[in-house]
């Protein structure tokens, strides 16, 4: 995991705010997804990737893809490549320099690592904007971008159950 307090707040997530907020509104486990910026948007990468059932998909915004904190994520991908999970995933990072600037290396190095394990390119968007800082402004311009990405695309279609699968 990326850290212990990492699945904790994993643990958090997924057994009592993901319970309530079904609970509250109706929710589409097809539509659920997960966004976060910074280690956010790592421990976002990290809860979509080990629960697909729960977060179809993840927008990971300036991603804390480091070796000292995103090292699992990259285990994690070269260990699934033969199951790989069934989920959707916007990476982004700004080019500017300091923080976003180390950080745009190991969204690369990430994006790479997905598309040589055999992750679906359709189901993939990458997204490097030069002009963004490490900072909430950039952040919320990215969001119609992930927004739409995740949201506004044709619905997966599940099979039906009482057919097997066949149409």
Request: glycine share 8%; net charge negative.
């Amino acid at each position: 995991a990326p850290s212990r307090k990492g699945d904790d707040y994993l643990r958090f997530l997924l057994q009592e705010l993901k319970p309530m907020v079904d609970e509250k509104w109706r929710t589409d486990p097809e539509r659920s997804c997960i966004a976060g910026s910074s280690m956010g948007g790592l421990i976002s990468f990290y809860a979509a990737w080990k629960h697909p059932e729960v977060f179809s998909g993840a927008a990971c915004l300036s991603p804390a893809f480091v070796e000292r904190y995103g090292s699992e994520c990259f285990r994690m991908v070269e260990a699934d490549r033969e199951h790989l999970p069934d989920l959707d995933l916007f990476l982004s990072c700004g080019g500017a320099a300091g923080l976003e600037a180390e950080l745009l290396d190991g969204t690369l190095k990430m994006a790479d690592r997905l598309k040589s394990a055999g992750f679906p390119e359709s189901r993939l968007t990458v997204r490097i904007e030069s002009w963004a800082e490490h900072n909430e402004e950039a952040w919320a311009r990215m969001t119609p971008h992930w927004l739409r990405f995740l949201f506004a695309r044709p619905q997966r279609t599940q099979p039906d159950p009482g057919t097997g699968g066949r149409s």
